[in-house]
């Protein structure tokens, strides 16, 4: 069974920091993503990663599949980043439609 | 931009009662998914569904629950026999290949009374 840790649980920095979510994995998995989950509570993809590094504007996700570990980084944050984080993986057991398996979320809040 | 849509957005119903959820999931998506998320805990995998049928599913779906996708746009979760503790906000999700990005719905609220 593939459990799912993020860091910190809660995090609330000042508008302008950068900011560091934390995510570790126990067993081999074919994907992870990082999805974002605001208080009305409608989820959101935000990156999928197999290797490597992706970024889209100011959110960077970097996975590190030896270590099964993965950062999501919020560079300039800003009160509108205020939202729960989510890390999320895909364990390939070949069929190809299992469930994805969630962390707990980082509830984020950028003060202004 | 596409979307999943989800119906109803909240629904309360009396405990015993029969509640159905409903999905239309993207147009070209091929794998289809029930995930729960209790207040205050993570999300939880459900069931998923591909190619007609139940591709997998979790220790949370027990005979209570049921899956259905009774025409081409439209994927539905039925709970037979509400329990209060089925009180949880239900996501469907959507993707075009099983190892892919998932799409989700906005959720339905359901609270057992």
């Known amino acids: 069974k593939n459990e799912v840790e993020q860091s910190p649980q809660n995090l609330t920095a000042q508008e302008g920091e950068f900011i560091t979510i934390n995510c570790s994995y126990s067993?081999?998995?074919?994907?992870l993503h990082w999805l974002q989950q605001h208080p009305g509570g409608g989820i959101v993809s935000l990156f999928m990663l197999s290797s490597g590094k992706k970024k889209h504007g100011r959110l960077i996700a970097t996975i590190n599949i030896q270590e099964k570990h993965s950062s999501l980084h919020i560079t300039a944050s800003h009160p509108r980043d205020s939202a729960v984080y989510i890390c999320?993986?895909?364990?390939?057991?070949?069929?190809?439609?299992?469930?994805?398996?969630f962390g707990k979320g980082t509830h984020l809040i950028i003060q202004p | 931009e596409p979307e999943v849509t989800q119906t109803p957005s909240h629904q309360v119903t009396q405990m015993g009662q029969e509640v159905i959820l409903r999905c239309v999931p993207i147009?070209?998506?091929?794998?289809f998914y029930w995930y729960r998320q209790i207040l205050g805990q993570k999300v939880e995998f459900l069931v998923s569904?591909?190619?007609?049928?139940?591709?997998?599913k979790s220790e949370i779906f027990d005979d209570q629950f049921s899956v259905e996708r009774p025409d081409g746009s439209n994927f539905t979760l039925k709970i037979r026999s509400t329990k209060l503790e089925d009180s949880a906000m239900y996501f469907c999700?959507?993707?075009?290949?099983?190892?892919?990005?998932?799409?989700f719905g906005q959720g339905t609220r359901l609270t057992v009374v």
């Open positions: 999700a959507s993707k075009v290949e099983g190892v892919g990005e998932a799409f």
């Open positions: 067993v081999g998995i074919s994907a």
């Open positions: 147009s070209n998506h091929l794998y």
């Open positions: 569904f591909y190619n007609n049928e139940i591709s997998e």
């Open positions: 999320a993986v895909d364990v390939n057991s070949g069929g190809g439609a299992d469930g994805l398996t």
